[in-house]
């Protein structure tokens, strides 16, 4: 029997997106509630960490959308350089949430939208998931009986009747 060894090494630096410490900012045209909201254009602040020691060139960093209701303003970002084990944050991505009137947003929209997201650096191209949270509005409709011809509180058949509709956020 003949025993040899190897040692598999992957070239490629370790680039990650720090999920958690995504930021949207809603400051500019929202409410500045941290969240995107229907109606409102937000930045997005996207941090990125290069772990490995190999620092990365001619970086660019785009982002693209597969829900209707996401429209990119901004969706390219020129980075330059990224210094080994180094963080940098991406901040001038920008989307806009289509106005939540225009669509109807049925009850089991989540409220996570993945954008997909591309970073390249020389040869080199990542591909990452950023997860977006959009904060639609509960809205709850009652229907309430004002006044029945017969004062019973109730409609009958052939009655006429008042009704308030109240909507509660």
Excluded at 7 to 13: G, K, L, N, R
């Amino acid at each position: 029997p003949e025993e040899t060894s190897f040692e598999i090494i992957d070239d490629a630096p370790q680039i990650d997106l720090i999920e958690a410490n995504i930021i949207v900012d809603d400051s500019f045209e929202g409410n500045n509630d941290g969240y995107a909201n229907p109606g409102e254009t937000v930045f997005l602040n996207i941090p990125i960490e290069n772990q490995s020691n190999q620092e990365l060139y001619e970086c660019s960093f785009s982002v693209n959308s597969s829900h209707s209701e996401i429209q990119l303003v901004s969706g390219s970002s020129s980075i330059g350089n990224i210094n080994s084990n180094s963080s940098i944050s991406i901040n001038d991505i920008s989307i806009m949430i289509d106005n939540f009137y225009e669509y109807a947003v049925p009850s089991f929209t989540p409220p996570y939208h993945n954008l997909s997201g591309e970073l390249q650096c020389q040869n080199f191209s990542w591909s990452f998931q950023i997860p977006i949270e959009v904060k639609y509005g509960n809205i709850f409709a009652f229907l309430e009986l004002l006044s029945d011809e017969n004062n019973n509180g109730r409609l009958d058949p052939g009655e006429t009747g008042s009704f308030a509709i109240i909507l509660e956020n």
